[in-house]
């Protein structure tokens, strides 16, 4: 069984940047890939961003392009995603997710993810 934990939010000015760090115990090693996607009472769970194990695979959603930036650290079984110029359409719960099967097409689909963690909040207001 594989336990994510999430950490970083809290509430912060538009503008501002946050720094999201995941850790993973249990069976962590041989994920294909992890993302972090984001939810907001009411709507479903959207992607923010993924990347595959080997880091050759990076996916950003357009919303966050040029803003955020998600990185692995395999040694230490985390994920983070550095969040710049932070916007109150970010606000939300940022989750940690974490897949091991992968049979080919897009891999930052949030129904594809195993595991996840209990989520960070993440406020953005002025």
């Known amino acids: 069984q594989v336990q994510l934990v999430e950490s970083g939010g809290g509430l912060v000015q538009p503008g501002s940047s946050l720094r999201l760090s995941c850790t993973a115990s249990?069976?962590?090693?041989?994920?294909?890939?992890v993302g972090w996607f984001r939810q907001v009472p009411g709507k479903q769970r959207e992607e923010v961003s993924c990347?595959?194990?080997?880091?050759?695979?990076?996916h950003y959603a357009d919303s966050v392009k040029g803003r955020f930036t998600i990185s692995i650290d395999n040694d230490k079984n985390s994920v983070y995603l550095q969040m710049n110029n932070l916007k109150p359409e970010d606000t939300g719960v940022y989750y940690c997710?974490?897949?091991?099967?992968?049979?080919?097409?897009?891999?930052?689909?949030?129904?594809?993810?195993?595991?996840w963690g209990q989520g960070t909040q993440v406020n953005v207001s002025s």
């Open positions: 249990g069976y962590a090693l041989g994920y294909y890939a």
């Open positions: 990347i595959d194990r080997s880091t050759t695979s990076i």
């Open positions: 997710e974490a897949r091991y099967f992968y049979a080919g097409g897009n891999f930052c689909v949030q129904s594809e993810f195993d595991y």
